[in-house]
């Protein structure tokens, strides 16, 4: 008879470590694999959207991985966005020198 191997544990879901610190390897790797995301603004908005939810995770590391990875394909869908609008320069003082035909 065939004896029944016992399952792999699975790691303990804890919740996001305080601090989450990059290590050199994951830098290494959002360089590499999600060039277009900005990382310190990414991975603050990763911390700030995981404490605000309280979830646990088993792998923090592979989370914060996806959530690069869809950090690189939002701002490769929407390169624009992420140059300011043309729009008025309210700091400029040009208009001035305007002949508003008054």
């Given at each position: 008879p065939a004896v029944a191997q016992p399952k792999p544990k699975s790691k303990r879901k804890t919740a996001l470590p305080?601090?989450?610190?990059?290590?050199?390897?994951?830098?290494?790797?959002?360089?590499?694999?999600?060039?277009?995301?900005?990382?310190?603004?990414?991975?603050?908005?990763?911390?700030?959207?995981?404490?605000g939810k309280g979830e646990t995770r088993a792998d923090w590391v592979a989370t914060w991985r996806t959530w690069m990875l869809n950090a690189q394909t939002y701002a490769q869908r929407a390169p624009m966005a992420r140059q300011?609008?043309?729009?008025?320069?309210?700091?400029?003082?040009?208009?001035i020198h305007e002949d508003l035909g008054i």
């Open positions: 305080d601090p989450f610190l990059l290590t050199t390897e994951m830098a290494r790797w959002a360089r590499e694999r999600a060039p277009a995301a900005n990382l310190s603004l990414e991975t603050e908005k990763f911390c700030n959207h995981w404490r300011p609008a043309a729009g008025p320069d309210f700091d400029s003082l040009d208009w």
